[in-house]
């Protein structure tokens, strides 16, 4: 029922891109994504509802393909503040599962 | 209140005895989820709640781990007979959206 997310870590120079995927065996109804700094608590990003959907937040941005069953986010012109680790949440009727992660180190 | 509040922030405990986590969830949200975090890890699953009712408690890692949640509010999470695997962080989240508290750390020497 968790999700799997890939890749399992990233290291990036400031201004690169980067894709974390997010994929479940389960029909999935909505996807969430995180971002956990060291030490804090994940804070929300973004939610996704329908296939086909696409949201940005700054300069992050995700996709929803509904029938493929995945989600990715996309980090353009990466930043420093971009580090941490990111997850993926899928919900099944409001039973919420996070993938393992996907740690981002963004370098000078 | 404002945010999901969780106490204590930080909890040691000698090996074998009970402790009780709690979580006061943004007021008026109905969902209310508890997750486990071991340093370096991901966020596991352990019980959520649609108000006062637990529809899946398959997450609980033994059955020395309980939870409960009363008026549709604070929700208590209660280790009986703590054991060292049980340190992590303990993570609170109110709603569908999941905004999470702050967190319990959990040490058990």
């Not at chain 2, 340093?39 to 006062?52: A, H, K, R, S, V």
């Amino acid at each position: 029922q968790q999700p799997v997310q890939s890749p399992q870590a990233v290291i990036l120079r400031e201004g690169e891109d980067a894709v974390i995927n997010c994929s479940s065996s389960k029909a999935l109804y909505s996807v969430h994504w995180y971002r956990q700094k060291h030490g804090e608590a994940p804070v929300f990003l973004m939610i996704l509802l329908k296939g086909g959907e696409q949201k940005g937040h700054e300069k992050i941005s995700a996709s929803f393909n509904e029938k493929k069953q995945q989600s990715s986010l996309y980090l353009t012109a990466s930043q420093l503040s971009y580090s941490g680790t990111y997850f993926c949440g899928t919900a099944h009727n409001n039973d919420m599962r996070f993938g393992a992660g996907t740690r981002l180190t963004v370098k000078p | 209140g404002a945010g999901v509040s969780q106490s204590p922030s930080n909890k040691v405990t000698e090996k074998g005895k009970d402790v009780e986590l709690r979580c006061d969830p943004i007021s008026g949200h109905t969902a209310l989820y508890w997750y486990r975090q071991s340093l370096g890890q991901g966020l596991e699953f352990l019980i959520y709640f649609q108000g006062n009712s637990a529809p899946d408690k398959s997450g609980l890692p033994s059955d020395r781990f309980s939870a409960e949640r009363t008026g549709g509010s604070v929700s208590t999470l209660t280790i009986q007979r703590t054991q060292q695997e049980d340190s992590a962080v303990y993570l609170c989240a109110s709603s569908l959206i999941a905004f999470f508290g702050q967190g319990t750390r959990l040490t058990v020497v």
